[in-house]
């Protein structure tokens, strides 16, 4: 206890001292000193083009979403060292570390190392795995100097994107070959993060194409528990991106990748052999996959364009509770043009496509998890359309959509939209919507069953062939508003209301069934704002509020308590002097009772000095505000619970 209040006043003083120093640094200073990213008024920053909401560019002013998009320099000036850590910055997404290597990222409720209502995509292609409908967080990797940026999407975006994403969207996008020319070398280490570099060459050939060729690669240290932990993980990762400007209107991109790695653990099981033994062994499981994607793209003007997309991708994961090998195609279409209606004097925006995706997977048997069958294709096809239809022009708009949605597991789906958005002036934007969207069964929930220990009982969970599409009515609402040229406010309210959710029922002596007679209702509201308060400083601070309310029969069980309630977050970017940068940013995450984690702060602190114009060297200090601490609990696959501990990394950046 006195450790943690010691460092926590050290942390606090260190905070104290450099708004001091910056503000003896801008007395002393006749002549300002200023980075490129404080230079961009905030006007500009908020104009930003996005494409995720509505598969189309369009500022955030123009967008009735709840949205936020990590750029570059956020990247840049994180503390960041993963994907998942960067997802932190978002309000309204809750973002927590099982170990070593797991996570869990959720939109608004469910939270869980498989959130099974947030599609997660990297330029386009789906990472959203059917196994147990979530996404494996641990093999998303890619150097983050490559991410140009992240589009959150807080709220149902089915009708766009189709099924699972009935909670959100992310979209990581990364940047054009001609935008990573020359060479880029990153290499650190640390307590936690053992040791981790990049090395990247872009180049080019012709007048128009341009490719980079990467390799990264990483080493972690395991987590905290009196019992002693495992899951410290390895990874490399090679890949490449070609883009091909064939002329003024046709663009095309190619781009693959490969990994392979280790993920430690301690996985508890029930022998299937002899089911009244629990097992709890160390193991190292084999993580490897890989994708190749080909786009082409045909621009005839500023609001008209086709775009087709195919990729490949093919995982395994071999693990001591399960076995997976997967193969997926995706084929996916879209067009947008404006059209003109006789007698309406604004003409309105169409984008309307389809896309087929057909995935095979083969499940080992024999194991604690196990699948029948152990083979099975999936197949999905969807159409889509959306139009904006501009009421008063440049203050008032509306947007509808529709899509057709046909899946193996859930057949004929209607999802349909509608975002309404009023501009009273250029600087505050006010909208609504309402969204239909559909979360898919997973492959364990139709066909997989589990052996596990409750306690000196052996349970066994069983699948449900007859499970059907979790259901969703969104309704959101929000207001954006530029208060000065320094200072901006987001505020986003929502009311998600499921049926099927998925629950428990006990159909026999030991023996549960998953059932889909779930009814809840989720909502709260997410604030987020930014206000530049000095020329060289920056506060971002957000809050998020949940409340879940789930209803089942009486013979049913449902998790609960396993979201937090309150989720406070604050960011300060500082440049102290030149070159040399100060980010700070600090978390409090509210009680999760249903898994017993007690609610916790922490604060990340970034130094980072740039000695010449291509190298930057920087240091990073982790969860500072205490030794370790819990942030989730294992579920599904059981693994030891641990604490996340304090770490402290320096990393050096050189490019030519």
């Known amino acids: 206890m006195m450790q ?53 560019p369009q500022t955030l002013s123009e967008t009735a979403a709840a949205v936020f998009v990590i750029s570059q320099e956020d990247i840049r000036r994180s503390s960041a060292n993963s994907i998942p850590e960067l997802l932190r910055m978002a309000p309204g997404l809750s973002v927590a570390r099982i170990d070593g290597n797991k996570w869990s990222v959720t939109s608004r409720g469910y939270s869980g190392r498989f959130a099974d209502d947030l599609l997660v995509m990297i330029d386009g292609r789906t990472v959203y795995s059917p196994l147990f409908a979530g996404t494996f967080w641990e093999t998303l990797d890619l150097p983050l100097e490559d991410i140009e940026r992240i589009e959150v999407i807080r709220g149902p975006s089915g009708t766009i994107w189709g099924a699972n994403a009935a909670n959100g969207a992310i979209h990581i996008l990364t940047k054009h070959a001609r935008a990573t020319q020359g060479t880029l070398m990153t290499s650190g280490g640390g307590s936690e ?59 095309v991109t190619f781009q693959g990748q490969y990994y392979g790695g280790k993920a430690g653990q301690n996985t508890t099981f029930v022998n299937p052999v002899e089911p009244e033994l629990a097992i709890t062994r160390v193991e190292d499981a084999n993580l490897s996959g890989g994708h190749a994607l080909a786009r082409w793209q045909r621009t005839t003007g500023d609001r008209s364009n086709t775009v087709l997309q195919a990729y490949y991708d093919h995982t395994r994961r071999d693990e001591l509770s399960f076995r997976e090998s997967r193969h997926t195609v995706d084929i ?16 309105q925006d169409i984008v309307w496509g389809g896309g087929y995706r057909w995935t095979m997977d083969h499940l080992g048997g024999g194991l604690p998890i196990f699948f029948d069958p152990a083979r099975r294709n999936l197949q999905t096809g969807n159409v889509f359309a959306q139009t904006d239809i501009p009421l008063i022009e440049d203050r008032l708009k509306l947007a509808v959509g529709i899509k057709f949605l046909d899946n193996t597991y859930a057949h004929a789906n209607f999802l349909p939209n509608a975002r309404l958005l009023w501009t009273p002036d250029a600087k505050q934007s006010i909208w609504a919507s309402a969204t239909r969207s559909i979360r898919l069964p997973s492959r364990f929930e139709r066909d997989g069953n589990q052996l596990i220990r409750d306690g000196a009982e052996f349970i066994r969970l069983i699948s449900n062939p007859h499970l059907t599409s979790e259901t969703l009515w969104g309704f959101e609402t929000g207001y954006r508003r530029q208060v000065t040229s320094d200072l901006s406010i987001d505020i986003a309210g929502f009311f998600n209301d499921y049926n099927n959710s998925t629950s428990e029922r006990e159909i026999a002596p030991a023996t549960i069934q998953i059932t889909d007679q779930r009814h809840t209702q989720i909502f709260g509201f997410e604030v987020y704002g930014q206000w530049n308060i000095l020329e060289r400083l920056r506060f971002m601070p957000s809050y998020s509020h949940l409340q879940v309310r789930n209803r089942v029969p009486q013979d049913q069980e449902a998790e609960s308590g396993e979201d937090p309630k309150h989720q406070f977050t604050f960011r300060t970017q500082i440049d102290l002097v030149r070159n040399v940068e100060l980010d700070a940013f600090f978390r409090y995450i509210s009680k999760l009772p249903g898994l017993e984690v007690a609610s916790y702060k922490t604060l990340d602190l970034r130094l980072a000095w740039k000695p010449a114009r291509n190298v930057e060297l920087s240091v990073v200090g982790q969860n500072l505000l205490q030794s370790h601490h819990q942030e989730f609990a294992p579920e599904l696959i059981h693994t030891m619970p641990v604490h996340i501990q304090r770490g402290v990394f320096g990393k050096v950046t050189v490019r030519f």
């Not at 930003?48 to 909401?53: D, F, G, L």
């Not at 905290?224 to 390895?234: E, I, L, Q, Y």
């Open 4 to 56: 943690r209040m010691f460092l926590s006043q050290v942390c606090l003083q260190f905070l104290l001292l450099c708004i001091f120093t910056i503000n003896a640094v801008l007395a002393s200073q006749s002549t300002p000193l200023k980075q490129d990213f404080f230079d961009v008024p905030l006007e500009e920053l908020l104009k930003v083009k996005i494409s995720t909401v509505s598969r189309k």
């Open 193 to 251: 993060e053992r040791g981790f570099a990049t090395l990247r060459y872009g180049g080019q050939m012709g007048e128009n194409l341009y490719y980079r060729l990467y390799t990264k690669g990483f080493a972690r240290d395991h987590s905290f528990s009196p019992m002693g932990t495992n899951d410290n993980s390895r990874m490399g990762t090679v890949g490449f991106r070609v883009d091909w400007d064939v002329n003024t209107n046709n663009a």
């Open 332 to 347: 996916d279409f879209q067009q947008r043009f404006p059209l003109q209606i006789p007698f309406v004097p604004f003409s």
